[in-house]
């Protein structure tokens, strides 16, 4: 099969979440099973031609914006360089106007204004570079709504929609996190090119907006998401985002599959951005990574005190909320916390307050360091992820991988892999970590406590939970396969074909 991925970013050419992982390991695992893979994503400024050494692919794509209050055309380049550790071309478009920014998607938390034609250009400037290259993919493999547009432009555009070279094109949309829709407003439908008739609540319309991922699950002829129970969920009012009955009727096209780990660069055996490597066979090491994330964390060196981790956005939906309600009963507890990331100023302002307060005990480090985050997948005893909702979390397949202990809410992926230490599942050696379900503060307390009582008065039992988890495999073989056999189903089937509204 020829699959071009499209993904707004790749790691490691850019990169804010687990997206560019998985925009990164899955390309090389359907390489590696024989297909002709290849990705597409905007050329950053992040994106250095030399140091990636990116030759022209395509010297020139145009893209026309027109209407009141609409930007001018836009032209741009496509950049071809290849995904780190194996043969797999990337592509980058080109338009230094639109891309040259210092963030992906905003700056200091606010949404770039025009980050519509930001990547309504990225969309029409990928379909085009296909033509250019004369290479019609099988399966477009679109990702989020930054690349929402992709299969509404192919269906409704005049640029696109009847093209043969378009034609037998399947469309997978795959959604990482349904809180971010992309909703713009309503005029960008007659900026774009598009007919206003796919202006209506089937398609692209969400409360009087524009909603750019609504349109690509609309327009696909398969949409996913990245666990089975994210899959459920969306489709609940609870989690929908006001999606929910939109997808339900939708459900025999929805389906969930579980990303991935990348195992060559996450494993405590190989790492070489860790302290020591150790396996399950031989534990050492993590002792000895444990003093070294306490050392660089500037806390005090006990081997004796569990050493917790945290990696993460700083966001109500990874459950800083909950942590700050929490945090005064969990500090009359003996451990550390080391906090890793960046996000909204509130949590800013609530982690340096928590770190000045206690000294002794937590540590946040406000910043993106991949390097730092596996000093502390490495280092802790356990793993923190009290989140709201995930649609699938890759940081508890990480910990499960480096034996720290996961501490997670039901929810999304993280119910799907964490399988809940209780008395049974730990005599059965099938525990891998702590679970709670109701979100809350009191509900996180219970589980930390839990946790720490293990630690500290169960060390048999805590080592059964690690040995546990690190025997799980959530390589990329298995999740590799279930996309295979998904796009072969979409090319057996026939095309989802967009009829326009009657005229009334």
Same mark, same amino acid.
């Given at each position: 099969?020829?699959?071009? @991925?499209?993904?707004?970013?790749?790691?490691?050419?850019?990169?804010?979440?687990? $997206?560019? !992982?998985?925009?990164?390991?899955?390309?090389?695992?359907?390489?590696?099973?024989?297909?002709?893979?290849? %990705?597409?994503?905007?050329?950053?400024?992040?994106?250095?031609?030399?140091?990636?050494?990116?030759?022209?692919?395509?010297?020139?794509?145009?893209?026309?914006?027109?209407?009141?209050?609409?930007?001018?055309?836009?032209?741009?380049?496509?950049?071809?360089? %290849?995904?780190?550790?194996?043969? *797999?071309?990337?592509?980058?478009?080109?338009?230094? *106007?639109?891309?040259?920014?210092?963030?992906?998607?905003?700056?200091?938390?606010?949404?770039?204004?025009?980050?519509?034609?930001?990547?309504?250009?990225?969309?029409?400037?990928?379909?085009?570079?296909?033509?250019? $290259?004369?290479?019609?993919?099988?399966?477009?493999?679109?990702?989020?709504?930054?690349?929402?547009?992709?299969?509404?432009? $192919?269906?409704?555009?005049?640029?696109?929609?009847?093209?043969?070279?378009?034609?037998?094109?399947?469309?997978?949309?795959?959604?990482?996190?349904?809180?971010?829709?992309? &909703?713009?407003?309503?005029?960008?439908?007659? =900026?774009?090119?598009?007919?206003?008739?796919?202006?209506?609540?089937?398609?692209?319309?969400? =409360?009087?907006?524009?909603?750019?991922? #609504?349109?690509?699950?609309?327009?696909?002829?398969?949409?996913?998401? *990245?666990?089975?129970?994210?899959?459920?969920?969306?489709?609940?009012?609870?989690?929908?985002?006001?999606?929910?009955?939109? @997808?339900?009727?939708?459900?025999?096209? &929805?389906?969930?599959?579980?990303?991935?780990?990348?195992?060559?660069? =996450?494993?405590?055996?190989?790492?070489?951005?860790? +302290?020591?490597?150790?396996?399950?066979?031989?534990?050492?090491?993590?002792?000895?990574? #444990?003093?070294?994330?306490? #050392?660089?964390?500037?806390?005090?060196?006990?081997?004796? *005190?569990?050493?917790?981790?945290?990696?993460?956005?700083? !966001?109500?939906?990874?459950?800083?909320?909950?942590?700050?309600?929490?945090?005064?009963?969990?500090? #009359?507890?003996?451990?550390?916390?080391?906090?890793?990331?960046?996000?909204?100023?509130?949590?800013?302002?609530?982690?340096?307050?928590?770190?000045? /307060?206690?000294?002794?005990?937590?540590?946040?480090?406000?910043?993106?360091?991949?390097?730092?985050?596996?000093?502390?997948? /490495?280092?802790?005893? /356990?793993?923190?992820?009290?989140?709201?909702?995930?649609?699938?979390?890759?940081?508890?397949?990480?910990?499960?991988?480096?034996?720290?202990?996961?501490?997670?809410?039901?929810?999304?992926?993280?119910?799907?892999?964490?399988?809940?230490?209780?008395?049974?599942?730990?005599?059965?050696?099938?525990?891998?970590?702590?679970?709670?379900?109701?979100?809350?503060?009191?509900?996180?307390?219970?589980?930390?406590?839990?946790?720490? +009582?293990?630690?500290?008065?169960?060390?048999?039992?805590?080592?059964?939970?690690?040995? /546990?988890?690190?025997?799980?495999?959530?390589?990329?073989?298995?999740?590799?396969?279930?996309?295979?056999?998904?796009?072969?189903?979409?090319?057996?089937?026939?095309?989802?074909?967009?009829?326009?509204?009657?005229?009334?």
């Amino acid at each position: 099969m020829k699959i071009l @991925l499209v993904s707004p970013e790749v790691s490691p050419f850019a990169k804010t979440g687990g $997206l560019a !992982d998985v925009a990164a390991a899955l390309p090389k695992e359907l390489a590696r099973r024989g297909h002709d893979v290849r %990705v597409v994503m905007p050329r950053y400024g992040c994106v250095d031609r030399r140091r990636e050494h990116l030759k022209v692919a395509v010297p020139e794509v145009h893209v026309a914006f027109r209407g009141d209050g609409a930007p001018t055309d836009f032209r741009g380049a496509v950049y071809e360089g %290849v995904l780190p550790g194996s043969s *797999v071309p990337v592509y980058f478009v080109d338009e230094p *106007v639109l891309f040259d920014r210092p963030g992906l998607y905003d700056r200091e938390g606010e949404d770039y204004p025009d980050n519509a034609f930001r990547f309504s250009f990225f969309c029409k400037a990928a379909l085009q570079m296909l033509k250019h $290259l004369d290479w019609a993919p099988d399966i477009l493999h679109c990702n989020d709504w930054q690349t929402g547009l992709i299969p509404v432009f $192919l269906k409704a555009h005049d640029l696109f929609r009847g093209d043969p070279f378009y034609e037998e094109c399947r469309v997978l949309f795959t959604v990482h996190n349904l809180g971010y829709q992309g &909703l713009f407003p309503a005029q960008v439908v007659a =900026w774009l090119g598009l007919p206003w008739s796919i202006y209506n609540r089937d398609n692209l319309e969400f =409360w009087g907006k524009a909603s750019f991922l #609504k349109g690509g699950i609309a327009f696909s002829d398969q949409v996913s998401t *990245v666990s089975e129970e994210y899959a459920r969920e969306i489709q609940t009012p609870e989690l929908g985002c006001g999606l929910d009955g939109f @997808l339900a009727i939708r459900g025999s096209r &929805l389906v969930g599959i579980l990303n991935g780990v990348d195992y060559s660069e =996450w494993s405590p055996e190989s790492d070489p951005l860790i +302290e020591k490597n150790y396996s399950p066979a031989d534990m050492s090491g993590k002792a000895v990574c #444990k003093a070294a994330l306490q #050392k660089d964390a500037g806390l005090p060196v006990r081997p004796d *005190v569990p050493l917790f981790g945290m990696i993460s956005r700083l !966001d109500g939906q990874k459950g800083f909320d909950i942590l700050e309600r929490a945090l005064p009963a969990l500090m #009359k507890s003996d451990f550390q916390l080391v906090i890793l990331g960046t996000g909204h100023a509130v949590y800013h302002e609530f982690l340096q307050k928590a770190q000045h /307060a206690h000294p002794q005990k937590i540590r946040a480090c406000l910043k993106f360091d991949n390097h730092l985050a596996h000093v502390i997948e /490495a280092g802790a005893d /356990a793993f923190l992820m009290p989140s709201r909702y995930e649609p699938c979390g890759l940081n508890q397949l990480y910990s499960l991988k480096y034996g720290t202990v996961p501490i997670v809410r039901h929810t999304g992926g993280l119910a799907d892999t964490i399988n809940a230490a209780t008395a049974a599942t730990i005599r059965e050696g099938t525990a891998t970590g702590f679970v709670f379900d109701h979100y809350g503060a009191r509900e996180l307390t219970r589980a930390v406590r839990h946790a720490l +009582e293990v630690f500290r008065d169960h060390p048999d039992d805590w080592k059964k939970i690690q040995q /546990a988890g690190m025997r799980k495999d959530f390589s990329w073989s298995r999740s590799a396969g279930l996309y295979e056999h998904l796009f072969s189903k979409m090319l057996s089937e026939p095309r989802v074909k967009y009829t326009p509204p009657a005229a009334k």
